[in-house]
């Protein structure tokens, strides 16, 4: 088993990190405190190929393989959460169903442009009485002609208004599909973006569905085989989430790191003390072994070898530690960590998010516990 990055990864990882470091990471507190939607950001990863990088190249991706994905998004994590977030929405949620379950129709007028970063993507699976089981969803869409008329609302988009499709998973009949709905049809109305704990420059949106028409060429994939669909894109999207909670645990490390260098106390510098030093070394440890974990998973799924146990896994691991190592993080700053003078409060707040989107902790030990128990 080779555990080093091949050249090419090794080049990517090279471009992106020198991109976070210019472009993403400096803007990240300024997105934070106005919740200002990254644009200017998002443009240029356009341009870059970053919003179409694992999708085909017939399809105006860049081809890169899913460890090239999450190599990407481990970067934007250590810069900023909200715009990792958009990302990861974009990229494994949107592009990652067009290019599963797309027709070659669909994805010349969809997967193109959004692979381009001409216009976003977002999926939206939840609902106010569907979460964890989606089984509860009540928007509907129902044969109108030749197409269908989709009724209902879901809640929690990300990127929702932003974005220019939305994948929408509705009830047919006794089951479900998806639909593909442009954000400007009549009859979509996105709410106000939600007041979110942290990741305020990802925005989040409520939207009600009043009797949207598309043509019978928006169904996405197999009618009737919603939630297979769903289950096999979330198995890619977790890998995401994984890979952007590793990119914050590391930025939440070195932030601590940096600090017990320099901050005194008792006539040592703090990571002199054994206690604090111990805590870096756990952190250091965790992440070191979900970084396999994440890389692991998105190498199976381009190996084309079942990965739904492994992404779950990485998954549940990676962001519970992103978690934990920003909240030693703060712990090492003492009171400053508290502040918002240091990243790793935002950092904590961004991370606190990821053990519930696409999936919470318990929906992952669920998966893994059905393939081992
Ligand atoms: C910032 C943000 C962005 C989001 N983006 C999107 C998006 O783009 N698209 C989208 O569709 N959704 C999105 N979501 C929604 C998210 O995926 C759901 O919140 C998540 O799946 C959990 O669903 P729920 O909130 O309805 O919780 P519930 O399903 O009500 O669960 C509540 C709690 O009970 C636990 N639980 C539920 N069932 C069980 C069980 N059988 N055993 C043990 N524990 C259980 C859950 O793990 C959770 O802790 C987003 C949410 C947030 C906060």
């Not at 599963?100 to 994805?107: I, N, T, V, Y």
């Not at 869409?141 to 220019?164: H, P």
């Amino acid at each position: 088993m080779d555990f080093n990055l091949n050249e090419e990864h090794r080049m990517l990882q090279g471009i992106v990190r020198e991109f976070v470091e210019k472009e993403v990471a400096p803007r990240a507190r300024h997105v934070d405190e106005t919740g200002e939607f990254p644009w200017d950001t998002l443009r240029a990863m356009g341009k870059l190929g970053f919003l179409g990088l694992n999708v085909p190249e017939q399809y105006g991706g860049a081809g890169a393989d899913a460890l090239s994905a999450a190599l990407l998004l481990e970067e934007i994590g250590r810069g900023c959460g909200s715009t990792g977030l958009i990302v990861a929405a974009h990229l494994g949620l949107a592009c990652g169903p067009l290019a599963l379950f797309g027709a070659e129709a669909q994805k010349k007028r969809w997967l193109v442009p959004m692979a381009q970063g001409q216009i976003l993507g977002c999926l939206g699976l939840t609902e106010a009485g569907a979460g964890c089981d989606l089984r509860g969803i009540r928007t509907t869409a129902v044969r109108d002609g030749d197409g269908w008329r989709i009724d209902g609302s879901k809640m929690w988009l990300t990127n929702g208004a932003e974005a220019g499709l939305a994948i929408l998973l509705c009830r047919t009949g006794d089951g479900f599909s998806h639909f593909l709905i442009p954000t400007d049809a009549p009859g979509v109305g996105f709410g106000p973006p939600e007041q979110k704990m942290g990741l305020h420059g990802s925005h989040t949106y409520a939207v009600s569905l009043d009797d949207v028409r598309v043509p019978g060429e928006n169904l996405l994939g197999v009618e009737g085989r919603g939630l297979a669909q769903t289950l096999q894109v979330l198995d890619g999207g977790r890998v995401g989430i994984a890979s952007l909670s590793l990119g914050l645990a590391q930025a939440a490390y070195a932030a601590a790191r940096t600090y017990a260098r320099t901050r005194q106390t008792f006539g040592h510098a703090l990571n002199e003390h054994q206690a604090i030093a111990f805590m870096l070394a756990d952190m250091v440890t965790e992440i070191e072994a979900a970084r396999w974990l994440v890389y692991r998973a998105a190498t199976l799924r381009d190996q084309g070898r079942p990965y739904t146990k492994e992404a779950a896994i990485a998954k549940l691991f990676t962001t519970e530690m992103a978690e934990r190592v920003a909240r030693n993080a703060i712990q090492i700053h003492g009171g400053y960590g508290y502040s918002q003078e240091y990243p790793v409060e935002r950092i904590y707040r961004d991370a606190r998010l990821m053990t519930i989107g696409e999936g919470t902790s318990e929906m992952q030990r669920l998966v893994i516990a059905r393939h081992v128990a």
